[in-house]
Every structure is written in structure tokens, then in C-alpha cells.
């Protein structure tokens, strides 16, 4: 009886090879983008209500669930192509033939019914996540071969992040808040398509063909500058408590400005970030005495 429900070794062998694959295809490293959700919770000093504080972070997991289906998306969209990459077709479970179409496609769907399924939770903030899925399907599908639109579109994710979060716990947004996000998830955007141009040239990604280095330095420039004047005024109009973060902003950009130019990293931002003790640190500093700075100014 037992043998005859045992699973035969080379089922279990490929479930065993599934489970990774299907973490890859997920990117649970990236999910670290959706601390962006985050920033409304923080910024209106809202982090001393447990209700808001769990809204926000129900929010923030809401958003990891979009995030990965929007990468899965994206990953069956583009498996030919990487499969051709000498990188991607090493680390993408798809290009690498780790998990089927059908898998993935399942997996897609899964994801996607969880983000619908959050309509019964707060409809505000799945409406928001539903149209960042929409805006990354469309990314996948034409916009990100349109040069200019395929940063934008990248940037205007974490805009709806900001966004999403402060919906989840139902207090305004911040233009400054907004235009800032906008500016700083620009420059990363950037700085990003300018690694793949330097690193692969045109034929990595078929956007970069319009594209030149000394443009993509030009709008890196603009865009960091643009987020720390823009960050300013933010705290100077709305949160003048919070002057004293500035250093740390300052420092932050510095830093990765200097690990992209130093050691030819920001292709993925993420990955820049958890591997860089400093900026890490300076992350949590900077959070940390937001928080310092916001207890009971309200």
C-alpha cells in the first residue's frame, strides 16, 4: 500500500527542482522595492496606531503578491529571448527549462486571483495593485520598448507603491511625497538601462538601441538632483522635523552612485543594495530617525 502511493523517484526529483525554480521565478529579492508602501505610514506619523501599522504591512505583502505576478509575466512574455542571454538563460527558471510554461502560466493566475481576491480586504488599495499588474503587463508587452516611456513606466511602479500605502491606512498623499518618489525611482530607472547599455551594449534589450551612455548620465543627473531638491521641500513645506534626515538622503545617493561607478553595479538595484553593508545602514538610519523625529509630533 505504501509503495503503491509513494511518488516515483523522478517526480520527486522534479518537485525538488520546482521549488527553487518557482522561488527564482518569484524573485523574493526584490520585494524589498515595496518597502515603498511603507512611506505614507512613516511620514504621516501614523506608525503608532496598530490598525494603521498592520493595514500597511497587509498592504506591503499585497504588493509583493502583484509584484511577483507582474515578474512572472514578464518572465513568460520574454523566455525566448532570454534563453538566448548568457546570463538569463542561467538564472530565469523558464530560459532555463527549471519549470514549463504551463507551471508558470498557473502560477501567474494564482498570483492574480490573490491580488483580486484583496478587493473584500480594502478595495482602494487593490485597485491601486490591480492597475500596478496592468501597468507591468503593458510594460511587458509594448512599453518598455518605447524609449523614455520604459523608465517612466518602471518609476511610476513605486508611484503607485507610495500610493497603495497611503490608501491602506486612508490619509493623503503628498505631492511632494510623490514628485520625490518619481525622481529618486527615475534616477534608479536610469541608472539601471545605463548598466545594461555599458554592460551588453544594444543587444541585451532591444530599448537601448536609442539610447547613449552620455543620455542616460544627463537624465541620471537630472533625476537625482530632482529628488533631492524635490525631498527638501518636502520636509521643509510638511515635515520640517525631518531636516535633519537630509544628510542621510545625501549620503544614501552618494553611496550608490559610488558602488554603480566603482564597481559597475546597477543593472539590479536590489541586488546593489543588499550587498552594500553601508547603504543598508544608511537605510536604516534614515528610518530610524524618521521614526525618532515623527513619535508624537502629531
Given at each position: 500500500m505504501t509503495t503503491?502511493?509513494?511518488?516515483?523517484?523522478?517526480?520527486?526529483?522534479?518537485?525538488?527542482?520546482?521549488?527553487?525554480?518557482?522561488?527564482?521565478?518569484?524573485?523574493?529579492?526584490?520585494w524589498v522595492k515595496n518597502a515603498f508602501v511603507l512611506a505614507p505610514l512613516i511620514f504621516?506619523?501614523?506608525?503608532?496606531?496598530?490598525?494603521?501599522?498592520?493595514?500597511a504591512l497587509v498592504a506591503m505583502a499585497l504588493?509583493?503578491?502583484?509584484?511577483?505576478?507582474?515578474?512572472?509575466?514578464?518572465?513568460?512574455?520574454?523566455?525566448p529571448a532570454d534563453a538566448l542571454h548568457p546570463v538569463k538563460a542561467r538564472t530565469r527558471p523558464l530560459a532555463a527549462g527549471d519549470l514549463s510554461m504551463t507551471q508558470a502560466r498557473l502560477v501567474f493566475a494564482s498570483l492574480l486571483a490573490l491580488v483580486l481576491a484583496s478587493f473584500?480586504?480594502?478595495?482602494?488599495?487593490?485597485?491601486v495593485a490591480?492597475?500596478?499588474?496592468?501597468?507591468?503587463?503593458?510594460?511587458?508587452?509594448r512599453l518598455k520598448r518605447i524609449p523614455v516611456v520604459d523608465v517612466f513606466v518602471l518609476a511610476a511602479g513605486f508611484v503607485l507603491r507610495v500610493y497603495a500605502g497611503a490608501a491602506a491606512i486612508d490619509v493623503p498623499v503628498s505631492s511632494w511625497m510623490l514628485i520625490t518618489t518619481l525622481s529618486l525611482a527615475l534616477y534608479?530607472?536610469?541608472?539601471?538601462?545605463?548598466q545594461e547599455l555599458a554592460a551588453s551594449g544594444a543587444t541585451s534589450r532591444s530599448v537601448l538601441q536609442f539610447y547613449?551612455?552620455?543620455?542616460?548620465?544627463?537624465?541620471?543627473?537630472?533625476?537625482?538632483?530632482?529628488?533631492?531638491?524635490f525631498y527638501g521641500l518636502f520636509v521643509v513645506t510638511i515635515r520640517p522635523r525631518l531636516n535633519v534626515t537630509m544628510p542621510f538622503v545625501l549620503f544614501g545617493l552618494f553611496r550608490y552612485w559610488y558602488l554603480v561607478e566603482s564597481s559597475g553595479q546597477g543593472e539590479a538595484p536590489t541586488d546593489v543594495v543588499w550587498g552594500d553593508l553601508t547603504l543598508i545602514l544608511t537605510v536604516l538610519a534614515w528610518a530610524g530617525v524618521c521614526v525618532w523625529r515623527l513619535t508624537g509630533s502629531r
Open positions: 503503491a502511493l509513494a511518488s516515483p523517484p523522478a517526480v520527486q526529483q522534479g518537485a525538488r527542482r520546482a521549488t527553487p525554480a518557482i522561488l527564482r521565478l518569484l524573485r523574493p529579492r526584490q504621516s506619523g501614523s506608525f503608532t496606531q496598530p490598525a494603521a501599522v498592520r493595514n504588493f509583493c503578491v502583484a509584484a511577483s505576478a507582474a515578474y512572472v509575466f514578464n518572465d513568460i512574455i520574454d523566455a473584500a480586504w480594502n478595495p482602494a488599495t487593490a485597485l490591480v492597475g500596478y499588474v496592468a501597468l507591468n503587463v503593458a510594460y511587458s508587452l534608479l530607472a536610469v541608472i539601471k538601462r545605463r547613449t551612455l552620455r543620455l542616460l548620465d544627463r537624465y541620471a543627473e537630472t533625476a537625482a538632483l530632482s529628488a533631492l531638491v
